[in-house]
């Protein structure tokens, strides 16, 4: 064999010793990591060297350098943010698509990748109860979801309103508006900012208790100014995971004929678990969604779906034309439905998650972490002092432990530097709290269990 196959061959068998030893190390290894970030660069060396060294020396300082600075995400205790784990056949299936190195832009550089995102695109309508002939594009989460969603907004909005945004751009556009929820999550916020509809010219509608926008404010707000609107709702809120009324505020969406976006980056995947779907009543309703598939899907970061109802609207925001394209409307392009161009196969780790779980198996997935919040919240109410602020309707749990926020915040820090589990702290209704997320694959009764247990010694515990 030539010297650069044996060459890469070694590289990835050391890789998968690695990964092994790493995975092998996720039920008892400290969550948080070891050292931090410039502790890495220290270990990893802060100049370009000179002279290049074989693949498996590179492979094995790389990992022997950052395994300190590792953070056991991908394992059963990481509770912080909304995180997934890596099902073993996403896993697995991502190293494939690296193996491949498919340019997945275009049908003719990827049959396979091509089909495999086709595919992938019907299942996911399917699980999600969404319009079977919506347009799905593979992004890379949720940000990139909602930007793509609220471009094909903006541009059918405008397009109503008698004006070409994708040629005339906005400048001189007639006037159009934004409305959220109070609890809108930032990555809308960022979107808005990248599609030159500013920040904060989105209107913030007023929410409930639990963060739900409340339909009847919506209502006042839409009925006060006919100008094209885009509403963006939500299903499972970050801090609460509550959904807004989908239903309700579809109906006001449709009363006055406003685009109807639905951040759903781990909540939709409700729609899933038949005695969840009720939550996500009304989703099917909406012009546009986003969803994660690296949170509950437990596919390797990175992987997200934009979904658009209409695909001429979905084609206009993102789709990419050129005289060397070979335009099929048989086939798949799949840069079309995407703000990149060049892209890695990135539905593939979906397609083998989705395959390896069955439809049995994301519903299963789904129903065992809602239960599991509802353990944690038991769990927790439990701690004297301690209060469950939200309805746990679904994966996340808000608690606000015993004394004020410096105590709260104090209480964090001990169970993250305990290394048991990792939760992490937020602001709720102007008070700092505990907030706890479910949705890993791996995560047992017995890690909720001893995660609660750490928390207790926290409180209990006086720095
Ligand atoms: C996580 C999250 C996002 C952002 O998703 P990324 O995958 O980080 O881009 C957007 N909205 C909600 C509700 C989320 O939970």
Redesign the pocket.
């Known amino acids: 064999m030539p010297a650069s196959r044996v060459d890469r061959a070694a590289a990835l068998h050391t890789a998968l010793n690695h990964a092994t030893t790493f995975l092998g190390s996720l039920d008892e290894r400290p969550v948080a990591a070891r050292v931090d970030a410039p502790s890495v660069r220290q270990r990893l060396g802060e100049f370009l060297p000179e002279h290049g060294d074989d693949p498996a020396t590179v492979i094995d300082a790389l990992a022997t350098g950052a395994e300190p600075g590792l953070v056991a995400s991908a394992g059963p205790r990481h509770f912080g943010f909304?995180i997934g784990g890596a099902l073993p056949a996403a896993l697995a299936a991502d190293w494939l698509v690296s193996a491949w190195d498919q340019c997945a832009a275009f049908h003719s550089l990827s049959p396979a990748a091509a089909a495999i995102e086709d595919i992938t695109a019907e299942w996911i309508l399917d699980l999600l109860s969404l319009p079977s002939d919506a347009s799905v594009g593979f992004v890379t989460?949720?940000?990139?979801a909602?930007t793509t969603g609220l471009a094909a907004a903006r541009h059918a909005v405008l397009a109503r309103a008698g004006w070409d945004v994708g040629r005339d751009g906005l400048i001189g556009a007639p006037r159009i508006r934004v409305l959220c929820g109070e609890q809108a999550?930032v990555?809308i916020h960022t979107a808005l900012r990248l599609l030159g509809l500013g920040e904060s010219t989105a209107v913030r509608v007023a929410a409930d208790a639990q963060g739900r926008m409340k339909p009847q404010a919506l209502a006042a707000e839409l009925a006060s100014d006919d100008c094209p609107t885009i509403v963006c709702a939500?299903a499972?809120n970050?801090a609460t995971g509550a959904f807004d009324d989908l239903d309700a505020i579809a109906d006001v969406c449709a009363a006055h004929s406003a685009w109807l976006h639905i951040?759903g980056?781990?909540g939709l995947w409700a729609a899933a678990a038949p005695d969840l779907a009720y939550l996500t009543a009304g989703a099917a309703r909406a012009d546009s969604w986003?969803v994660?598939a690296?949170?509950w899907l437990n596919v390797p970061y990175d992987g997200?779906m934009a979904i658009v109802a209409d695909r001429d609207a979905h084609l206009a925001a993102t789709g990419l034309a050129g005289p060397y394209l070979v335009a099929d409307p048989g086939q798949r392009d799949n840069t079309n439905y995407v703000p990149e161009s060049s892209r890695r196969a990135r539905a593939v780790p979906i397609y083998a998650a989705l395959r390896s779980l069955g439809r049995t198996g994301v519903a299963d997935l789904v129903r065992r972490n809602c239960g599991q919040a509802r353990r944690m919240a038991q769990l927790l109410a439990a701690i004297p002092g301690a209060r469950v602020l939200n309805d746990v309707v679904l994966n996340q749990v808000l608690v606000r432990l015993p004394g004020d926020d410096d105590a709260n915040r104090t209480a964090i820090a001990a169970v993250q530097a305990d290394g048991t589990c990792w939760l992490g702290g937020t602001t709720w209704n102007g008070q700092h709290v505990l907030r706890v997320s479910f949705s890993n694959w791996a995560t047992t009764d017995d890690d909720v269990d001893r995660a609660a247990a750490a928390v207790a010694a926290a409180v209990s515990t006086p720095s």
């Not at 989460?141 to 990139?144: D, K």
């Open positions: 909304v989460g949720a940000q990139a909602n999550h990555t939500q499972g970050v951040d980056a781990f986003a994660d690296h949170k997200a």
